[in-house]
């Protein structure tokens, strides 16, 4: 007895299922004995299905069979569909069923109630915390993101890259980089695809976006930060200025809500999680200069002049966007920079500023993005303002010797994403194997 459907399919069709013969393979997530009759709830990732095992119906193996049924066995049965008082409208009264496997220990984590659980907890035993039905639910909803994020940018006029993960240099100019020894050599994780998303566009592919993993070093204990997540990269050349790269995220996220909305496929979703995004005509752009101001006097809340905005300021500007503009998003831009790496664009004339941006997602910073330096001696002089070396870089300068258009592009994070839009607790919950500074298993 193979699975050959889900449970959804089951109730999707439920009306011309009735009385016929129909099968379901899952998870026993509860078991009612009442003597003469045993009800079974089966799980599996789409729904719950009840299994009534009675004399008369089932045979008398069958029935025997069941009794080495406990929570969380894995089992499948067939039957017969028919309407049932119960909630869930239809129930199989099973005629056959196979008892695929059972726990051969108590559990540790009850799968129905694992989200009231410590998080600690829930990601030691992973695996039995993914069938509570919420939580895979943020899953199948990830996986919808990814496949929405490859669908947009293709339909834009971007293909899909793969980029190394395995570097000679750091983005950043080496921080926050994990090493590597590679033959010998020392070698890095990548902290983003930014020089080969910048090398694929010099070398006429124009438009290119990658869906790859992401590695920071970072020794952050909060809960937006991972040291390993995946990216979803993008970026365009012949562009006017960061406007254009704006623009497209901002239609990307329009197209986003508009899709959560309607998809059939997120219906499971839907039943844990509300699924509503506010993106208004024209997200809000609010230069960091006038965010400090806003900061300062609406909220009391003071960043210093020409320095990054922290956490607290992401979430009172998070805010200001919904109460000034029924705006879930909002851009902030020119940032200083001396926050920026060397390969952002400085502003012409204000050289301590930059085109570079953050979007936030509910005042939370999902997007960095920037019009790049492709002028090969403005590099140079970046560099040597950061103190950084030229030779450490010859490689990507390289890339700018020979022809380089103006490009642009922006790197957000899935899990934060998904994160905001089901307005989770901490950025773990939306990776499904988590990497921290403390947790490398399992």
């Not at 500023?353 to 140079?380: C, K, N, P, V």
């Amino acid at each position: 007895m193979l699975k050959t459907t889900f449970i959804s399919q089951i109730y999707d069709n439920a009306q011309g299922l009735l009385g016929q013969k129909v099968s379901a393979c899952g998870w026993v997530d509860n078991i009612r004995d009442l003597g003469g009759v045993r009800f079974v709830m089966l799980r599996d990732r789409t729904g719950m299905l009840q299994v009534v095992i009675k004399k008369g119906v089932t045979p008398d193996e069958f029935i025997e069979a069941s009794k080495d049924l406990v929570k969380e066995s894995v089992a499948c049965f067939e039957g017969t569909l028919v309407e049932s008082r119960s909630k869930l409208k239809y129930e199989l009264q099973a005629t056959d069923l196979k008892v695929l496997s059972r726990p051969v220990e108590p559990i540790p984590l009850e799968p129905a109630t694992s989200t009231e659980a410590q998080l600690n907890v829930r990601l030691d035993y992973r695996w039995l915390d993914v069938r509570n039905l919420k939580v895979s639910a943020v899953f199948q909803f990830e996986s919808w993101v990814a496949n929405k994020f490859r669908d947009f940018f293709r339909s834009n006029g971007f293909i899909e890259i793969f980029t190394p993960k395995i570097v000679a240099a750091g983005t950043e100019g080496g921080a926050e980089v994990f090493p590597v020894i590679y033959f010998g050599r020392e070698a890095y994780l990548a902290q983003s695809p930014q020089f080969y998303k910048q090398m694929a566009v010099i070398a006429g592919l124009e438009r290119v976006f990658e869906v790859g993993p992401v590695f920071r070093a970072e020794a952050h204990h909060t809960v937006k930060h991972l040291t390993e997540f995946h990216g979803l990269d993008i970026e365009m050349g012949f562009i006017e200025g960061p406007e254009d790269v704006m623009n497209i995220l901002e239609s990307f996220f329009k197209y986003l809500g508009k899709e959560a909305e309607v998809d059939d496929s997120l219906r499971s979703v839907r039943n844990h999680f509300d699924l509503t995004l506010r993106v208004p005509s024209k997200v809000p752009r609010i230069p960091i200069k006038e965010a400090y101001e806003i900061l300062k006097e609406r909220y009391k809340h003071e960043i210093p002049y020409m320095e990054d905005l922290d956490p607290q300021a992401e979430r009172y500007l998070g805010d200001y966007a919904l109460k000034e503009y029924d705006s879930d998003f909002v851009f902030v831009t020119e940032y200083p920079w001396r926050v920026r790496p060397f390969y952002t664009m400085r502003k012409h004339g204000e050289p301590d500023w930059t085109l570079g941006f953050d979007l936030l997602f509910r005042g939370l910073e999902i997007a960095t993005g920037s019009q790049r330096e492709h002028r090969y001696d403005q590099l140079l002089v970046n560099l040597n303002d950061k103190g950084l070396s030229p030779e450490k870089f010859q490689f990507y300068l390289n890339f700018f010797k020979y022809g380089a258009p103006p490009h642009g592009g922006a790197g957000l994070g899935l899990e934060r994403i998904v994160k905001q839009f089901l307005n989770l607790d901490n950025v773990r919950e939306a990776r499904l194997l988590p990497r921290d500074p403390e947790r490398l298993v399992p």
